[in-house]
């Protein structure tokens, strides 16, 4: 097997157990049950804020260490991060443990940046739309896994909600423990930038005699010392370039705005669906979730081949207008209507035709850039999209703002 594609095997399977966390799909139901004492507007205004609120805080620095670090560290600790959040969930009761609960859960999400960076500082740049794929197939068959097993348990009632979560803490272990597989980096795009060349020295320079490797040596630590400023130089260098291109700017604003969107949407629909419909005896979260990562694999699948052999920018722009007004209907019968099938369907379709518009405006930011910034560039939107968000559920869940119903939520 050619080592980018061991690499990016070991990877892959990472992603993969990461992703298999059955008890997500029925997470409200269980933080509704009989297994704790906490109410419906506790969840929604004092332990759910707190996830977004800490994913926000996180994620810059996590994206600068990360790199710091040389990516793996931060894989290890993503997974870690996960067994510290179903040990809490699994084994704690009260309020304040959920708190504690939704901190950890937005180290989990900001680590999650490791694992999509990790691979483009070992493999050849030749292989990245191969190892792009290849993660992304991973999460999305992690998540098929897990909400159809999750559905398939509690139909059958071989499981209760609260024991989803013992399969969630023991994948959060597996891929702890084969993240430690993972080969170290040399390299990385900003803080050790020209530590290695091409990742490993020459037959030639591992040839030379003892002085030629002290200079070596002596020219490395000179350059270690540099690394800081010339890091931050680089930086601000490949974050103005892009920002100041109207076209990044604009596809970027838009890439921001939809992942807020979507953020928002998938951290108050199961509340939704339990105020629709609070006593249902078995609910369909699983099923649905499985549905949703099926067609959003095809839609993005789609959408990649229409971007690269169909779509021109302003065709880009039309199409994504049109699918974002259907997605705001598909919301509209997701959170209007009293029927929970139809809200069902409505969450599908909104999920579907986002993942088709957020590849298409992925593909648009990455058309317009210059330089080797695209991991910055989406660190940003996504820092941007969680500001956005933060700004939505300050305004309108706390007691502060408007503290509206959670059918204005999403």
Same mark, same amino acid.
């Given at each position: 097997m050619k080592e980018w594609l061991k690499i990016s095997c070991i990877l892959c399977l990472f992603g993969f157990l990461r992703e298999v966390r059955p008890s997500e799909s029925f997470i409200t139901e269980f933080l509704l049950g009989p297994w704790r004492n906490i109410t419906q507007d506790e969840v929604n205004r004092e332990i759910y804020p707190v996830g977004t609120y800490s994913y926000l805080a996180q994620l810059v620095v996590v994206f600068l260490i990360t790199d710091f670090l040389r990516y793996k560290p931060l894989i290890i600790a993503c997974g870690v991060t996960g067994i510290v959040v179903w040990?809490?969930?699994?084994?704690?009761?009260?309020?304040?443990?959920?708190?504690? %609960?939704?901190?950890? /859960?937005?180290?989990?999400?900001?680590?999650?940046?490791?694992?999509?960076?990790?691979?483009?500082?070992? %493999?050849?740049?030749? /292989?990245?739309p191969r190892v792009t794929s290849h993660t992304r197939a991973a999460m999305f068959l992690g998540k098929l896994v897990a909400g159809t097993s999750a559905q398939v348990l509690i139909i059958l009632r071989v499981m209760n909600y609260r024991d989803l979560n013992y399969i969630t803490f023991a994948t959060q272990i597996a891929a702890t423990l084969w993240a430690l597989f993972l080969p170290k980096v040399k390299n990385s795009l900003y803080f050790h930038r020209h530590e290695y060349l091409d990742g490993q020295f020459s037959t030639e320079s591992r040839n030379h005699d003892t002085i030629d490797a002290g200079d070596a040596k002596s020219q490395s630590q000179a350059n270690e010392r540099l690394m800081p400023l010339k890091a931050t130089t680089l930086l601000w260098s490949h974050f103005h370039n892009a920002y100041t291109n109207i076209k990044v700017l604009q596809w970027s604003l838009w890439y921001a705005l939809g992942l807020c969107g979507y953020l928002q949407v998938i951290s108050y629909i199961q509340i939704l669906w339990k105020d629709i419909k609070p006593d249902s005896s078995i609910a369909w979260n699983g099923a649905v979730d499985a549905a949703l990562t099926a067609l959003s694999a095809i839609f993005a699948l789609g959408a990649g081949y229409m971007h690269t052999g169909l779509l021109k920018p302003r065709i880009s722009l039309i199409v994504l207008a049109v699918l974002s007004s259907l997605k705001g209907g598909a919301i509209l019968l997701c959170c209007r209507s009293d029927n929970i099938f139809l809200s069902y369907v409505g969450f599908v379709v909104f999920g579907a035709l986002y993942a088709f518009?957020?590849?298409?405006?992925?593909?648009?930011?990455?058309?317009?850039?210059?330089?080797?910034?695209?991991?910055?560039?989406f660190g940003v939107n996504t820092l941007l999209a969680l500001i956005f968000q933060t700004i939505i559920t300050i305004v309108v869940i706390s007691d502060t703002g408007f503290a509206l119903s959670i059918k204005y939520l999403t």
């Open positions: 040990s809490i969930l699994l084994w704690t009761t009260s309020l304040e443990a959920l708190k504690v %609960v939704e901190f950890f /859960y937005g180290t989990y999400m900001a680590t999650e940046v490791a694992y999509y960076t990790y691979i483009y500082a070992k %493999v050849d740049k030749k /292989y990245y518009t957020i590849t298409l405006a992925s593909a648009e930011v990455a058309r317009y850039l210059e330089e080797d910034s695209f991991g910055l560039v």
